[in-house]
Nanobody, 115 residues
Framework: QVRLVESGGDLVQPGGSLRLSCAASGFTFSRGSIYWYRQAPGKERVLLAFITSAGATNYADSVEGRFTISRDNAKNTGYLQMNSLKPEDTAVYYC?????????WGQGTQVTVSS
């Protein structure tokens, strides 16, 4: 059974950094594309970035230049490095793993940016 577990969410001051992790089990991790989303209170879930099995990446305009997505297939883990955090980055962050018709989500991790 495939399981995704996010971690790394925390309370951080504006301008700070966090690295989120998405650990996968029960799946040949290297085959899938990894996506990071976030959902702020009262708002829709939005796509932030993705990385393909080949390592190609893409970012939403709102995080381009501040966030970096990466993966370590040997550790079955995806990452989202977040720098220069702003209060508007406050949200629950989710990872998603896609491969063909297989589609899995993690439970989310809370990121709060506040002084």
């Amino acid at each position: 059974q495939v399981r995704l577990v996010e971690s790394g969410g925390d309370l951080v001051q504006p301008g700070g950094s966090l690295r989120l992790s998405c650990a996968a089990s029960g799946f040949t991790f290297s085959r899938g594309s990894i996506y990071w989303y976030r959902q702020a209170p009262g708002k829709e879930r939005v796509l932030l970035a993705f990385i393909t099995s080949a390592g190609a990446t893409n970012y939403a305009d709102s995080v381009e230049g501040r966030f970096t997505i990466s993966r370590d297939n040997a550790k079955n883990t995806g990452y989202l490095q977040m720098n220069s955090l702003k209060p508007e980055d406050t949200a629950v962050y989710y990872c998603r793993l896609l491969w063909g018709t297989l589609d899995y989500w993690g439970q989310g991790t809370q990121v709060t940016v506040s002084s």
